[in-house]
């Protein structure tokens, strides 16, 4: 995946700044001025901006986009093997495998794990089941692997 250029060029110029502020800081020991201490703050601080922008450029992905599918919310995410998203209200019915896809490959698999190495992923409404009572339906569900790719839309 292409890093961030704006993020490289904000990273190469952050860098180059904490060199030139580096280099002040020690003609400032050197000369004894009175605002050394305060140029190792702020050198130490340019440095730290130049190295996320470039930690970020590097490690930034954009999100998936599938055809047909809505942008959803997710209201449940134990953190292993489940995740839920809520459906909106009037989502067409050709739109939920979509959904469900677009929401599976979006996952992030750092920190997750499971016995099958399996994330299942639910697309649910919240629907009346009487007075005052409501019940989930499942609309859709996916199963996305961990060690790939790979995703799985189950009707």
Do not use: K
């Not at 009175?34 to 901006?49: D, E, H, N, P, Q």
């Not at 954009?62 to 809505?70: D, I, K, L």
Request: include cysteine; glycine fraction near 10%; hydrophobic fraction near 50%.
């Amino acid at each position: 995946m292409p890093a961030d250029p704006l993020l490289f060029t904000a990273g190469t110029w952050l860098g180059a700044a904490s060199g030139v502020l580096a280099v002040l800081t020690v003609a400032g020991f050197l000369a004894r001025w009175g605002i050394r201490f305060r140029l190792v703050g702020v050198t130490s601080f340019t440095a730290l901006l130049a190295l996320s922008c470039l930690a970020f450029a590097i490690s930034y992905s954009p999100r998936t986009a599938v055809e047909g599918a809505v942008t959803v919310p997710v209201v449940f995410d134990n953190g292993t093997d489940l995740v839920i998203a809520a459906a909106p209200e009037g989502l067409a019915p050709e739109a939920y495998g979509p959904t469900v896809e677009q929401v599976a490959r979006n996952l992030r698999g750092g920190g997750r794990s499971s016995d099958d190495g399996l994330v299942h992923v639910r697309l649910r409404r919240i629907e009346s089941a009487g007075d005052g009572l409501a019940r989930p339906v499942i609309l859709a569900e996916a199963t996305r692997s961990l060690r790939g790719d790979a995703v799985t839309v189950l009707p």
